[in-house]
């Protein structure tokens, strides 16, 4: 793919963006998590603090091998099947593993041909885009249940809108997305990111359960 494609808002984007925004900012929001609120809700019902955090691990792990071709355990397990286990060195592992998943989708032939995430073959070009939208819905999981600012560009959030918007009506979104939570036009663009992922963007540690 060399032309940019058109996001349902009308802005171009890249056919291979970068994930050094979203990465940089999941590894900030980390640092800034507290061992204490490691048991703390999240946006997601499964998952507290800890087990997004672990995984995050996981999904770096995986969409940096997708982006290698390097198949195996870390791409060919559906991520529904793992329980989540935060380890002792995530702190110095997570950082490290974002680094190495932005390095391998900046490499070329990442965005080409096919390859493998989640037990899924599908199109390296979307798995990218996965990848960039995983980080950045995750890190608004994570900002949310952690009291910490969050401020996606916009380059990036256009990025997840276009992947998500599609398949706002399809009956078949499977377990990766809950119903969409319908948001106004007129909100902020990571708002209706948040609608089109299946939460509500006013989701609060108070609200929670």
Same mark, same amino acid.
């Given at each position: 793919?060399?032309?940019?494609?058109?996001?349902?808002?009308?802005?171009?984007?890249?056919?291979?963006?970068?994930?050094?925004?979203?990465?940089?900012?999941?590894?900030?929001?980390?640092?800034?998590?507290?061992?204490?609120?490691?048991?703390?809700?999240?946006?997601?019902?499964?998952? !507290?603090?800890?087990?997004?955090? !672990?995984?995050?691990?996981? @999904?770096?792990?995986?969409?940096?091998?997708?982006?290698?071709?390097?198949?195996?355990?870390?791409?060919?397990?559906?991520?529904?099947?793992?329980?989540?286990?935060?380890?002792?060195?995530?702190?110095?592992?997570?950082?490290?593993?974002?680094?190495?998943?932005?390095?391998?989708?900046?490499?070329?032939?990442?965005?080409?041909?096919?390859?493998?995430?989640? /037990?899924?073959?599908?199109?390296?070009?979307?798995? /990218?885009?996965?990848? @960039?939208?995983?980080?950045?819905?995750? /890190?608004?999981? @994570?900002?949310?249940?952690?009291?910490?600012?969050?401020? *996606?560009?916009?380059?990036?959030?256009?990025?997840?809108?276009?992947?998500?918007?599609?398949?706002?009506?399809?009956?078949?979104?499977?377990?990766?997305?809950? *119903?969409?939570?319908?948001? *106004?036009?007129?909100?902020?663009?990571?708002?209706?990111?948040?609608?089109?992922?299946?939460?509500? *963007?006013?989701?609060?540690?108070?609200?929670?359960?």
């Amino acid at each position: 793919m060399n032309a940019n494609t058109i996001d349902p808002t009308g802005s171009h984007v890249p056919d291979t963006p970068d994930l050094g925004p979203v990465a940089a900012g999941m590894a900030r929001l980390a640092a800034g998590i507290d061992e204490a609120g490691l048991d703390d809700p999240t946006p997601c019902p499964k998952y !507290a603090v800890r087990e997004m955090l !672990a995984h995050v691990v996981g @999904l770096s792990s995986a969409f940096r091998d997708a982006a290698r071709k390097d198949f195996g355990p870390t791409t060919n397990t559906d991520p529904s099947t793992v329980t989540w286990v935060l380890a002792d060195d995530w702190r110095t592992q997570l950082p490290g593993l974002l680094d190495e998943l932005v390095t391998a989708w900046r490499t070329p032939g990442a965005w080409d041909g096919d390859t493998q995430a989640g /037990g899924i073959t599908f199109p390296a070009a979307i798995a /990218g885009r996965v990848a @960039l939208n995983e980080l950045l819905v995750h /890190g608004w999981d @994570l900002a949310r249940a952690t009291g910490q600012d969050y401020d *996606p560009d916009e380059a990036s959030l256009r990025v997840s809108y276009a992947l998500l918007a599609p398949a706002a009506e399809d009956p078949d979104r499977g377990g990766m997305f809950g *119903p969409v939570v319908p948001v *106004p036009g007129s909100a902020p663009l990571l708002d209706r990111v948040i609608g089109l992922s299946g939460r509500r *963007p006013d989701w609060s540690p108070q609200g929670a359960g």
